[in-house]
């Protein structure tokens, strides 16, 4: 059986699993960003192999790149909340992150 | 077995690889490391959907600069005199029962459904059609793509920058 689509996107679920995976299983925040990473990858990879497959021009691949700018912006405010974090509890363990507010 | 599925497998094998590695690893450093093939790894899968633009945006932007931005995080948010960055891993059983049943559902929806296929039209000028399509029909988002970079990087700035006190300004 050679590659098609079925290849492809099989792929991006086991991407998928795996980013949910350090989501769920991360005590550090940045790792829970990494799995995130992981996940929009995922979605990517099914956007441009449906794409190809079922002939949809260049439309999966513009949203694939609009993923990626939202993922850039993302990272940043992300990382930035987590220096706060950091600043204000002095960890980014996120089960002991528990208060709103001093 | 053709060209094209090896190198298939090839970047699967590296997706995965490096993917487990980074949710498995006990060293944040590792992790973001590993990080770096699997995004390699994607941009090479990109290739081989023959979108060869984004596959250069994804090592551009993911590698050159979320890649170092969480590096940074990594080393701002940790004592640098400690050598060994351990991180912990919680709710290991429940997580993988959920990630189980999850993943595997996700693989059989996506395999068993009968989905559109065509014969792909291959150009041989991605950059010129890409471009095309993302300032004629894709106007409005692109423009809206720039003022959200803008309200990104104001905003992480913002966040992130010291705050002032008052005794600060008495000085």
């Known amino acids: 059986m050679s590659v098609g689509l079925y290849h ?3 792929l991006s679920a086991i991407l998928f699993s795996m980013g949910i995976f350090a989501v769920l299983t991360r005590k550090n925040a940045i790792q829970v960003l990494m799995g995130i990473e992981l996940i929009l990858n995922s979605a990517n990879i099914n956007f441009v192999a449906f794409a190809r497959y079922g002939n949809f021009g260049y439309n999966g691949q513009i949203v694939a790149l609009f993923v990626i700018i939202l993922a850039a912006a993302e990272a940043a405010i992300a990382l930035a909340i987590v220096l706060n974090i950091y600043k204000h509890f002095n960890t980014v363990n996120v089960d002991e992150i528990d208060r709103l507010k001093e | 077995m053709t060209l094209f599925d090896l190198i298939f497998y090839t970047f699967a094998l590296i997706i995965i690889l490096s993917g487990l590695l980074v949710v498995l690893a006990r060293n944040i450093i590792y992790s973001a490391f590993a990080l770096l093939f ?5 941009a090479g899968i990109y290739v081989l ?9 994804q090592i551009i932007i993911y590698v050159g600069g979320i890649l170092v931005l969480i590096i940074f995080g990594v080393m701002l948010t940790n004592k640098i005199t400690n050598v060994e960055i351990k991180t912990e891993s919680i709710h290991i059983i429940p997580a993988t029962a959920v990630v189980g049943i999850l993943g595997g559902l996700l693989l059989a929806a ?9 014969e792909p039209s291959l150009s041989n000028k991605t950059v010129y059609d890409l471009g095309r399509i993302l300032v004629v029909d894709y106007m409005l988002l692109f423009e809206l ?10 905003g992480s700035v913002m966040i992130a920058r010291k705050e002032k006190t008052i005794s600060d300004e008495a000085e």
């Open chain 1, 8 to 10: 492809f996107i099989t």
């Open chain 2, 38 to 42: 699997t995004f390699f790894g994607v």
């Open chain 2, 49 to 57: 959907l023959s979108a060869d633009f984004l596959a250069v945006v």
């Open chain 2, 110 to 118: 996506l395999t068993k459904t009968e989905w559109r296929k065509a």
């Open chain 2, 145 to 154: 793509a720039g003022i959200i970079l803008l309200v990104a990087l104001i």
